[in-house]
């Protein structure tokens, strides 16, 4: 048994999965009579069901993206993803663990499938308190740990070193969320942990820098066991064709896309100064994401304000250590500049 099998849910590994037309027939034909589907191609290129490996796909991201095609699945979103981690692993009775604060999808998925989420507090300075999260692992039940490296929402990366110290004592999953790994400095991915750690996995998304949110692509990174597992309990066509579609556009344009980076980048920085000369701001908090962080004395008011000049930012005041602290995405020049001069006019 292999370290993973151990971790499990073992009705899982029993299992006979659904065997759909497209798993049953891998080669080339000249006619498909096999799925049941539409004859007519009416609307978007759609009458056929989609990949469920989404191989075309998984071959531009080993290309792009250096993640190896064996290590690599899709879901309907990362979100998608995290659902099926704890669905995998947890039973009644374990728990899942977060640092907080942090996504909020991952307690949410805990309570979805009744499983207990245990949160433990970062330092005041948000970083990551290892001594507190190795009490945890030793006293509770945890299968899976989540670490989310840049985090939302505080936007700090959590070293690399630490993330391979944690994961190595874990005797759980430890999942490491690298959604707005695309905007970091020098960034050391959780995936090179995978071949000497199997209980490392690693979620990308393509809904932040690769820009198609709305397509929802995310990556489940993972040891070749944990890949097999996966595709046996997922639902067959969970990333649609239109989905996978726009995954192989985006990913075909990763010079525009790192050109994009780079220009949030110098717009948050430039969004950072404008906010530190403002009297109401107290602190700006530095972030290796695509959104800014700046702590006010009211945020609630701040947050009322810019809504009623119909600008929706994120309050994020009733989080751990983040009191008076709202969250704003950047946008682009146009949205930015209303942005700033919103920001101005606002009295306190
Ligand atoms: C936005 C975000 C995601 C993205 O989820 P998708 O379902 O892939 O759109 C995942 N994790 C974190 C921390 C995020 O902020």
Same mark, same amino acid.
């Not at 993973?4 to 029993?14: D, G, R």
């Not at 080669?27 to 539409?38: F, M, P, R, T, V």
């Not at 190795?134 to 006293?139: R, S």
């Not at 800014?292 to 947050?303: K, T």
């Given at each position: 048994?292999?370290?993973?099998?151990?971790?499990?849910?073992? #009705?899982? !590994?029993?299992?006979?999965?659904?065997?759909?037309?497209? /798993?049953?027939?891998?080669?080339?034909?000249?006619?498909?009579?096999?799925?049941?589907?539409?004859?007519?191609?009416?609307?978007?290129?759609?009458?056929?069901?989609?990949?469920?490996?989404? $191989?075309?796909?998984?071959?531009?991201?080993?290309?792009?993206?250096?993640?190896?095609?064996?290590?690599?699945?899709?879901?309907?979103?990362?979100?998608?993803?995290? *659902?099926?981690?704890?669905?995998?692993?947890?039973?009644?009775?374990?728990?899942?663990?977060?640092?907080?604060?942090?996504?909020? =999808?991952?307690?949410?998925?805990?309570?979805?499938? &009744?499983?207990?989420?245990? @949160?433990?507090?970062?330092?005041? /300075?948000?970083?990551?308190?290892? @001594?507190?999260?190795?009490?945890? %692992?030793?006293?509770?039940?945890?299968? !899976?740990?989540?670490?989310?490296?840049?985090? &939302?929402?505080?936007?700090?990366?959590?070293?690399?070193?630490?993330?391979? @110290?944690?994961?190595?004592?874990?005797?759980?999953?430890?999942?490491?969320?690298?959604?707005?790994?695309?905007?970091?400095?020098?960034?050391?991915?959780?995936?090179?942990?995978?071949?000497?750690?199997?209980?490392?996995?690693?979620?990308?998304?393509?809904?932040?820098?690769?820009?198609?949110?709305?397509?929802?692509?995310?990556?489940?990174?993972?040891?070749?066991?944990?890949?097999?597992?996966?595709?046996?309990?997922?639902?067959?066509?969970?990333?649609?064709?239109?989905?996978?579609?726009?995954? %192989?556009?985006?990913?075909?344009?990763?010079?525009?896309?790192?050109?994009?980076?780079?220009?949030?980048?110098?717009?948050?920085? *430039?969004?950072?100064?404008?906010?530190?000369?403002?009297?109401?701001?107290?602190? !700006?908090?530095?972030?290796?994401?695509?959104?800014?962080?700046?702590? $006010?004395?009211? =945020?609630?008011?701040?947050?009322?304000?810019?809504?009623?000049?119909?600008?929706? $930012?994120?309050?994020?005041? #009733?989080?751990?250590?983040?009191?008076?602290?709202?969250?704003?995405?950047?946008?682009?020049?146009?949205? &930015?500049?209303?942005?700033?001069? =919103?920001?101005?006019?606002?009295?306190?």
């Amino acid at each position: 048994m292999n370290q993973l099998e151990k971790l499990v849910n073992p #009705h899982l !590994i029993k299992m006979t999965p659904y065997s759909s037309a497209r /798993d049953e027939f891998k080669g080339k034909a000249e006619i498909y009579l096999d799925a049941n589907e539409s004859y007519e191609n009416s609307f978007f290129d759609s009458n056929r069901y989609p990949d469920p490996e989404a $191989v075309e796909v998984r071959k531009v991201l080993e290309k792009t993206l250096s993640l190896p095609f064996s290590k690599t699945a899709l879901g309907n979103g990362s979100d998608e993803l995290i *659902d099926y981690l704890i669905r995998i692993f947890c039973a009644p009775n374990d728990a899942i663990a977060i640092v907080k604060p942090t996504y909020g =999808a991952y307690k949410v998925f805990s309570s979805t499938n &009744n499983i207990k989420c245990i @949160e433990i507090p970062q330092n005041s /300075d948000l970083t990551i308190n290892k @001594e507190e999260i190795f009490k945890v %692992l030793e006293n509770e039940k945890v299968k !899976i740990l989540f670490l989310c490296s840049p985090n &939302n929402p505080t936007g700090k990366v959590i070293p690399f070193s630490l993330i391979k @110290e944690i994961s190595d004592k874990n005797k759980g999953i430890t999942v490491v969320d690298e959604a707005y790994a695309d905007f970091a400095r020098s960034f050391r991915s959780a995936v090179e942990l995978i071949d000497s750690n199997e209980r490392v996995v690693v979620i990308r998304t393509l809904s932040k820098a690769w820009a198609i949110a709305g397509s929802r692509v995310g990556i489940l990174v993972s040891s070749e066991y944990l890949q097999r597992l996966f595709l046996k309990i997922k639902a067959p066509y969970n990333v649609s064709l239109l989905n996978q579609r726009a995954a %192989l556009k985006a990913l075909k344009e990763k010079d525009k896309v790192q050109k994009d980076i780079k220009d949030i980048i110098s717009y948050r920085k *430039d969004l950072e100064e404008f906010c530190k000369n403002l009297e109401y701001v107290k602190e !700006i908090i530095p972030t290796e994401t695509n959104f800014i962080l700046i702590r $006010v004395g009211d =945020a609630d008011s701040l947050y009322s304000y810019l809504l009623s000049k119909s600008i929706i $930012v994120r309050n994020r005041t #009733h989080e751990l250590y983040l009191e008076g602290v709202l969250r704003i995405t950047v946008g682009n020049k146009r949205e &930015n500049e209303k942005l700033k001069e =919103a920001l101005l006019g606002y009295k306190g």
